[in-house]
């Protein structure tokens, strides 16, 4: 197989493609009435970036708030209410819908051959329940807004000081959940039911099986986190004793409900991405993926391991100690398969002729993250260092980590892989690697910096680290790390704001793309780019998704095309 750098493509001289999904049907009710997966997976992706976007604005502000000791120019409630909405956004309106509800809408039936999901109109309602949810998620600001943090503790949630902006929140966790569960049940029963012949489970794409253990996932905890809210805001209109002990309830019990799920959650959001680093070392490195079954075990071990970790998160909840010793054990446990990835995807890359492109850049970026985030989960998870370190800044550092050096790496290095496939254009490769190198870098001055902090011991969720509460020695110190992290978090939304840029430039002066600019040998880069409205005029052949002998470069075309000497699968 022949190489060559991707960096700068020709437009090939052919004429482009005029009837796409992008061009099938016209006008904004064919949009927002659609039926097809790969406008309800770009409709998704437009309002999860929207939503990212005032995410990270809340997080600018914190991050403003904490860059000098005393206050600034917020009051504590309102303090409270940024870095709150700031959690709520990014974790339910972004990073758990974001790989499987927007990438994955688009990619996964195309990866099968398939027309569609195997429930279009589920899908769509899908889509608007997310709507519905990040409305009702929104409108809390309006209300005064929520102060008791993304976790919504009782007896905070409850019988707390700002009260009017907890149920729209509820309400909206309660919806955005169903939209998660209708997601999951399609892409399962799609990966069942629209399989073409010769895709056994061992020639799916390691995405495919990254997304059914995030189905099974979202299918069987969401539905505790919908329970829990529910139940919170009968509480909470209705004064029935269930979580606050005002009421005769157990605040316990509500964090046992809450981390039952949301540890699961965490691998809603990470497997996905994970499913994406398998996609994008393997076919950026140029080489068959190394211990294709192990990934791909993996992902369901992931899935199992994360039901049975939460009480983690409660060591120091008067847990008992024997059960605070297994919930250790287990939490070591977890490392195993996620450890088995790492190791596989490096084996890939070795020897491997390695595209330094933009989304290899992001994939490589998630090997160093998220290496990052599992070693510093081990003082987390060993008892002796969690109470010295439990509620300080090395949580909110290691959470990032994952979250954001993880889901969000990830999903951004899986958009700029699948980008020429969605729209049919090339972005600036130059403009790509300048900010990737701004939010690489700035990522790392942010929560670096933050594992000092607390391992200093700095609090999380403090407004104020000057005063009383420590000397000026401390204060000293903690100014100078929260200083050098707000500009780190500045630089990264420099860069993400670039990424922004250049994608968007690149729909109205970007150079037509090839149907297959990187080299990829799943099914989705055999169609042309954008698609096709029925994704495929006839059935796609089935052959090994890894293997890339079978493509060569073509230089007129600027992409990769089948090698004349090479059968293609179900030829003759």
Known sequence: MTTSDTSNPIPSQDPPQVDNYLTHSTGIMSWLGTLDHK??????????????????????????????????????????????????????????????????NFVLPIMLGAKDVAFPRLNLFSYYLW????????????????????TIYVPYSSSGSNMDGILPVTFAIFVLGFSSIFTGINFIVTIHRLRPPGMTWFRMPLFLWAIYATGILQVMAT????????LLAMERMFHIGIFDPAYGGDPVLFQHFFWFYSHPAVYI????????????????????????????????????????VWGHHMFVSSQSPLMNV?????????????????????????????????????????????????????????????????????????????????????????????WPKMTGKMYSEFWGRIAFTMVFIGFNLTFFTQFMLGSKGMPRRYQDYSGENWSLAQTELFAQYHWWSSIGAFLTGFGFILVAIYLLHSLFKGKRAPANPWGGRSLEW??????????????????????????????????????ADVKHPGEE
Not at 48 to 61: R, V
Not at 131 to 150: C, E, M, N
Not at 223 to 230: D, F, N, S
């Open 39 to 104: 406008r309800i997976g770009v409709m998704y992706l437009c309002s999860i970036l929207t939503a990212f976007f005032f995410g990270g604005l809340f997080a600018m502000l914190v991050r403003a708030e904490l860059m000098f000791p005393g206050k600034l120019f917020e009051n504590p409630d309102t303090y409270n209410v940024m870095f709150t909405m700031h959690g709520v956004i990014m974790v339910f309106l972004v990073i758990i819908p974001s790989v499987p509800a927007a990438l994955g």
């Open 131 to 150: 709507v519905t949810g990040a409305v009702l998620a929104v409108s809390s600001v309006f209300f005064g807004g929520v102060d008791t943090g993304w």
């Open 223 to 230: 539905p505790v986190i919908g329970i829990t809210v529910l």
């Open 269 to 308: 959001m990470i497997l996905p991405a994970m499913g994406i680093i398998s996609e994008l070392i393997s076919v950026h490195s140029h080489k068959h993926i190394f211990g294709y079954k192990f990934i791909a075990f993996s992902s369901v071990a992931i899935a199992i391991f994360s039901f049975i």
């Open 326 to 418: 297994i919930f250790s054990a287990i939490t070591f446990s977890v490392a195993i398969p996620s450890a088995i990835k790492v190791f596989n995807w490096i084996a890939t890359l070795y020897k491997g002729s390695i595209s330094l492109n933009t989304p290899m850049l992001y994939a490589l970026a998630f090997i160093v993250l998220f290496t990052i985030s599992g070693l510093t989960g081990l003082h987390l998870g060993a008892l002796a260092t969690d109470i010295h370190l439990h509620d300080t800044y090395f949580v909110v550092a290691h959470f990032h980590y994952t979250m954001m050096g993880g889901s969000i790496i990830a999903m951004i290095g899986g958009l700029h892989h699948w």
């Open 526 to 563: 055999q169609c042309a780019s954008p698609p096709p409205h029925d994704n495929f005029s006839k059935p796609p052949t089935v052959g090994d998704c890894y293997d890339y002998s079978v493509l060569e470069w073509d230089e007129s075309e600027q992409g990769y095309r089948w090698r």
